[in-house]
C-alpha cells in the first residue's frame, strides 16, 4: 500500500545491465501448510558486461521471511554483514564468485494475490511472470539474469503425490512421516519468470509426440480428478501446435517432457514456463456439454500461444519488460497464424482484427494508451495489455508482409539462432528483418514507440483517365506524447469496376498492390478506365482507423463482391454505423433503417451457406461500446436503446428468414469439427435477432419460447444450451427465470460454466441489473478470490453491459468502486486489471462523468501501486 506516496517509476532509459550473474540455482522446497520453507542455493559472478562493478549484491525479495543467509560456508550476521531494504536483501562488499545460502519461509496458503507460490483448490502451484518470483526466495528478479535451475520439492505424499518442475524428472524417493521428495532439473539457463512447481492429486492425460528429428517427446496434461475427460482438446491442439511450428518455423521442441497443469485460481489466461505450462482452467479444458465453441477455439489457440513461447519467449527472452512484446506480440502472430490455418483464414482474421479495434483501438485512445514498448512504467503487470498483445501481433504482421513469405522466414531463422539462450531487445528483433531482407525499418521502428491509433484520411478524384487517391495520416496525442511523426504504413488496395470485379493494377494483370506510405501526405495514381470504388487497407494491413468517406452503393458493392474478408465485413460494419449514427444523432427510428439495411442482409443470408461463419459476422451488429465511442460525449443509454432498437427491428422486419436460418441450421447431434461450429453460429446470430423482437414485443414470443425450450431440454452441446439461455435470460422472454434456476442446479459442480451462468445474468442489458448483480455477488458461489468468478460478474457488467454500468442514478459506478475496493485488499493485479473498465470516464456526459469520477477518486487513499497506477491515468487524464 502507499500511504499518498507516488509509486517509483521503472525507465528504459535507465536500464543497466545485472551487477551479478547467477549461472547456477539449487532450490529445495520444503511444503508443510503454515511452514513452508524455501532454501536457495544461488552460485553467483560479477557480470562482466557492468562497467561500473558495484560490490553490494542486492536481492529482490517479497513477502519473505528470512532465515538465514549464508556466504560461502559462513553464516552471516544482520545488521553487518547484510541488510534489508524494504523487500531487498543488501549484503555489500561480495567477492568476485561466491556462493549464497538462503533461507526463507512463507505462507502460500495466504497467497490471494497468486503470484509466486499459492494454493488453488488443495494445490500448490506457482505464478512468476513478471515479477513473482521475489514471492519464493531471494533473487535478482529481472529476465537478464539467466540461471539453471535444479528443484527439489518435499510434500506429503498422501496429499500431494504429484510433484512438479521444470526441466526433466531426477530423482525420486519417500521420506520419513508419510512424506517425498522429487527432484527436477531444467537443462537450458532461463530467467527465474519461467520458473514453476507444483504439488497436487491430478488426474493425468498422457500422450507422445514425435519430433521431426526423431525424438520422442512425452506429453502431460494434468487437472483434476474429475475433468480427466476435458483434456483431449488441449492434447490434440497441442500435438498440432507442435507439428505446425516445425513445419511453419522450423522450431522443434527441445525437452523430453512437455506438461500442462490447469489450475482453477489463475490472473490470466495461461503461463509458458519451460517444460511445465500453467493454465487457468478456463483456456485447456473443454468438452462438447460444458463449452463453447468459442472457448474450444479459445483453447486452441492459448495451449498453442504457450507452447510457441518455447522458442518465442523462453529460448530467446526478453532483455527487460520493456520489450514484453518481442515475446507477446511475435508469440500472438504466430498463434493467430497457426489458428488461421487450422480454420478458415478469412474468419479468424476478421475476428483478430475485430478485437483489435474493440478493444486495443479504445485503449489506444483511452488514457491508458501507452506504446508497444512503453518508455516507463510503475508496475509492470498493468502493461500486460492488448497494446503489447495485439498491437504488437499486428507490427509484427507488418514485417512479415514487408519482408514477404520467404524472407520473414530467412528472419526469424536467424532471430532464433543468433539469439538463442539470450535475453534481447525489439531493436535486435528488427535487425534481423533488415538484415535478411536489406530494407531499412528506422521509420518503421516507430510502430514501438508511438502510442495511439493513426488517423488514415483518403481522398479521391478521378481526373483524364488516372484514379488518384490522397492518403493523410495522422497520430492524435496520447498521454506524454504530444507530438507524432508520420509512421511507415503499408497500405493494401484494390479497385474494383462498376461491376464489383478486381482492375488490373500493372501490366502483369495483378489486381492488389501495396502502397507503402512514409509521408504525413502522398498522392498515388492509378490509370483505370472508370471512377473504381477503393477496396482498402485489405487483410487490415495496418492498424489504423480508416477514413474514407464510402458512399453506400460503394459499401454494398465491396459487401457483394469484394474477394478480401477483412472488406466486406469492414463495409457491413460501416453500414451498421451509419445507420446507428442516424438514430443515435440524427433523430431517426430504427424502424426508419429497416429498408435500407434489408436488401444488405438477405443478401448475405442468400450466400450464407458459401461460409456460415463468415456469414455470422457480417450480420453481427456493432456493439453498444463501439457504438459509443464513435459520439461525443457518450451517452450510454442513448446509445443502448439505438443498438436494441435496429437489433428488435430487424428482427421483426427479417423474422421469416431467421426462421429459416435457425430451423435450416438446427443439428440433430453434435458435431466438433469447423463446418459444424460455423453453422451453429450463424444459427444464434439468427435466434439472437428473433429473440430481440419477440423481447420487445414486435413479434409472438411463443413460437421462439417453445423452440429455445426445446432446445434447452435436449441441448446437443454447450453452445446450443447456452445460447438459447441467453436469448430468454437477455431478452426476459416468458420463463427466463425457470430457464437460469434450471441451469444453474443441473451445472452447480461445473465451475466453468457456472461463471458463463454468473455472465448471462450480468450482460442482462438495463439499469436493473446492477441490483442483480449486487444479488449475484452475495451467491454463495460468487468467490472474490477466485478470478474468473469475478471477472465473470463484475467485469462482463462493467465492460460488456453499458446500459447497466452507466445506470442513470449511478448505481453501477458504486458497485464498480466496492468491488475494486474489496479486491484490491485480495488481489491487486486484478483489481487494476478490472479499474481499466472506468477509461471512458472523460468520454462520458457530464453527469455521469461526475459520478463516476467521484466514485473512483474515493478509491485512491490506500489504493494498492497496481490500483492506483491505472486510477491516477484515469482520473489525471
Ligand atoms: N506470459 C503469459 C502469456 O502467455 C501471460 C501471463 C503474464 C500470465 C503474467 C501470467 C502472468 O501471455
Ligand atoms: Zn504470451
Known amino acids: 500500500m502507499r500511504d499518498g506516496q507516488p509509486n517509483p517509476v521503472t525507465r528504459l532509459a535507465d536500464y543497466q545491465p545485472p551487477a551479478f550473474l547467477v549461472p547456477d540455482t539449487r532450490l529445495d522446497v520444503d511444503l508443510r501448510d503454515g511452514e513452508t520453507r524455501v532454501t536457495a542455493h544461488l552460485k553467483l559472478e560479477r557480470n562482466p558486461a557492468r562497467a561500473d562493478r558495484p560490490d553490494e549484491l542486492v536481492l529482490d525479495g517479497d513477502h519473505l521471511d528470512l532465515r538465514s543467509v549464508v556466504l560461502d560456508g559462513r553464516e552471516l550476521a544482520p545488521g553487518d554483514d547484510y541488510r534489508l531494504d524494504g523487500p531487498r536483501l543488501i549484503i555489500p562488499g561480495v567477492p568476485e564468485a561466491f556462493s549464497l545460502t538462503t533461507e526463507v519461509r512463507i505462507e502460500p496458503e ?136 516445425e513445419k511453419v518455423f522450423g522450431r522443434e521442441y527441445d525437452l523430453d517432457i512437455f506438461q500442462i497443469v490447469a489450475v482453477s485460481h489463475f490472473n490470466m489466461g495461461a503461463m509458458e514456463n519451460k517444460g511445465l505450462n500453467i493454465f487457468n482452467t478456463s483456456c485447456v479444458l473443454a468438452h462438447p456439454a460444458t463449452t463453447t465453441d468459442a472457448g474450444f477455439e479459445r483453447v486452441e489457440s492459448v495451449v498453442a500461444h504457450e507452447y510457441f513461447h518455447n522458442w518465442s519467449g523462453n529460448r530467446v527472452t526478453c532483455r527487460d519488460w520493456f520489450q514484453l512484446s518481442l515475446k507477446e506480440g511475435f508469440t500472438v502472430f504466430r498463434d493467430q497464424e497457426f489458428s488461421s490455418d487450422m480454420n478458415s483464414r478469412a474468419v479468424v482474421r476478421v475476428e483478430n482484427v475485430d478485437f483489435l479495434v474493440n478493444h486495443q483501438f479504445p485503449e489506444d485512445q483511452g488514457p491508458m494508451a501507452h506504446p508497444v514498448r512503453p518508455a516507463e512504467y510503475q508496475k509492470i503487470d498493468n502493461f500486460y495489455t492488448l497494446t503489447v498483445y495485439e498491437k504488437g501481433a499486428e507490427i509484427v504482421r507488418m514485417q512479415s508482409q514487408l519482408l514477404g513469405a520467404e524472407d520473414f522466414r530467412r528472419a526469424t531463422d536467424l532471430y532464433f539462432e543468433r539469439f538463442d539462450g539470450q535475453a534481447v531487445t525489439c531493436d535486435d528483433f528488427v535487425a534481423c528483418m533488415e538484415q535478411v531482407s536489406g530494407l531499412d525499418l528506422a521509420q518503421f521502428k516507430r510502430w514501438y514507440a508511438q502510442a495511439g491509433t493513426p488517423v488514415l484520411t483518403v481522398e479521391d478524384e478521378y481526373v483524364d483517365g488516372e484514379y488518384r487517391l490522397t492518403f493523410e495520416q495522422h497520430t492524435p496525442p496520447t498521454p506524454g506524447q504530444p507530438d507524432k511523426a508520420p509512421l511507415m504504413v503499408p497500405v493494401k488496395l484494390a479497385l474494383l469496376d462498376g461491376e464489383g470485379r478486381a482492375l488490373p493494377l500493372d501490366d502483369q494483370g495483378r489486381t492488389e498492390t501495396v502502397v507503402i ?361
Open 110 to 245: 495466504k497467497n490471494t494475490a497468486l503470484e509466486g507460490l499459492y494454493r488453488s483448490n488443495g494445490m500448490y502451484c506457482t505464478q512468476c511472470e513478471a515479477e513473482g518470483f521475489r514471492r519464493i526466495t531471494f533473487f535478482p528478479d529481472r529476465p537478464d539474469v539467466l540461471s539453471r535451475f535444479t528443484t527439489t520439492i518435499h510434500a506429503d505424499k498422501g496429499a500431494y503425490p504429484l510433484l512438479l518442475s521444470n526441466g526433466n524428472p531426477v530423482d525420486a524417493g519417500d521420506e520419513a512421516d508419510g512424506r517425498h521428495f522429487a527432484t527436477w532439473e531444467d537443462p537450458f539457463p532461463k530467467p527465474c519468470y519461467l520458473f514453476a512447481l507444483v504439488a497436487g492429486d491430478l488426474a493425468c492425460l498422457a500422450d507422445t509426440f514425435t519430433t521431426a528429428s526423431g525424438r520422442d517427446v512425452a506429453l502431460r496434461l494434468y487437472a483434476e480428478h474429475r475433468d480427466l475427460d476435458k483434456l483431449d482438446h488441449a492434447m490434440d491442439s497441442l500435438k498440432r501446435s507442435m507439428a505446425w511450428d
Open 517 to 877: 506510405l512514409r509521408e504525413a501526405r502522398e498522392t498515388r495514381a492509378f490509370p483505370v478506365p472508370a471512377r473504381p470504388t477503393p477496396s482498402l487497407l485489405r487483410g487490415f494491413s495496418a492498424p489504423v482507423s480508416l477514413r474514407y468517406d464510402f458512399d453506400e452503393r460503394q459499401l454494398n458493392t465491396l459487401l457483394a463482391h469484394d474477394s478480401d474478408g477483412f472488406c466486406r465485413w469492414d463495409a457491413a460494419q460501416r453500414l451498421y454505423f451509419a445507420a446507428l449514427a442516424r438514430v443515435v444523432d440524427g433523430g431517426e427510428t430504427p424502424a426508419d433503417q429497416v429498408a435500407r439495411l434489408t436488401p444488405v442482409i438477405e443478401q448475405v443470408i442468400a450466400r450464407a451457406d458459401e461460409d456460415p461463419a463468415q456469414a455470422a459476422l457480417l450480420l453481427t451488429l456493432p456493439t453498444e461500446n463501439a457504438v459509443g465511442d464513435r459520439h461525443t460525449p457518450l451517452h450510454p443509454q442513448r446509445v443502448h436503446a439505438a443498438v436494441s432498437g435496429l437489433r428488435a427491428a430487424l428482427g421483426e422486419a427479417l423474422a421469416d428468414a431467421w426462421w429459416r436460418l435457425a430451423e435450416g441450421l438446427r443439428e440433430s447431434d453434435y458435431q466438433g469439427d469447423g463446418a459444424a461450429m460455423g453453422r451453429r453460429r450463424l444459427r444464434q446470430v439468427a435466434l439472437g435477432y428473433l429473440a430481440a423482437a419477440a423481447g420487445a414485443g414486435q413479434v409472438d414470443p411463443e413460437p421462439l419460447v417453445a423452440h429455445l425450450s426445446a432446445t434447452l431440454a435436449a441441448p446437443t452441446c454447450m453452445t446450443e444450451e447456452l445460447g438459447a439461455l441467453r436469448a430468454l435470460v437477455h431478452n426476459r422472454l416468458p420463463g427466463h427465470d425457470a430457464a437460469l434456476k434450471a441451469f444453474g442446479e443441473r451445472w452447480k459442480d461445473e465451475p466453468l460454466v457456472m461463471d458463463q451462468w454468473f455472465g448471462v445474468q450480468a450482460t442482462v442489458p438495463g439499469a436493473d441489473t446492477v441490483d442483480r448483480a449486487e444479488a449475484l455477488l452475495a451467491h454463495p458461489a460468487f468467490e472474490w478470490t477466485l478470478p474468473n468468478r469475478v471477472r465473470a460478474v463484475i467485469a462482463t457488467l462493467v465492460n460488456a453491459n453499458p446500459s447497466a454500468f452507466h445506470a442513470p442514478d449511478g448505481s453501477g459506478y458504486r458497485l464498480f468502486a466496492r468491488a475494486l475496493k474489496k479486491l484490491d485488499g485480495i488481489n491487486p493485479q486484478i483489481a487494476a486489471r478490472l479499474a481499466n473498465g472506468g477509461a471512458r470516464l472523460k468520454r462520458l456526459e457530464p453527469g455521469l462523468a461526475q459520478q463516476l469520477g467521484d466514485a473512483l477518486r474515493d478509491l485512491r487513499p490506500g489504493a494498492s501501486a497496481n490500483l492506483a497506477e491505472v486510477l491516477d491515468r484515469i482520473l489525471d487524464a
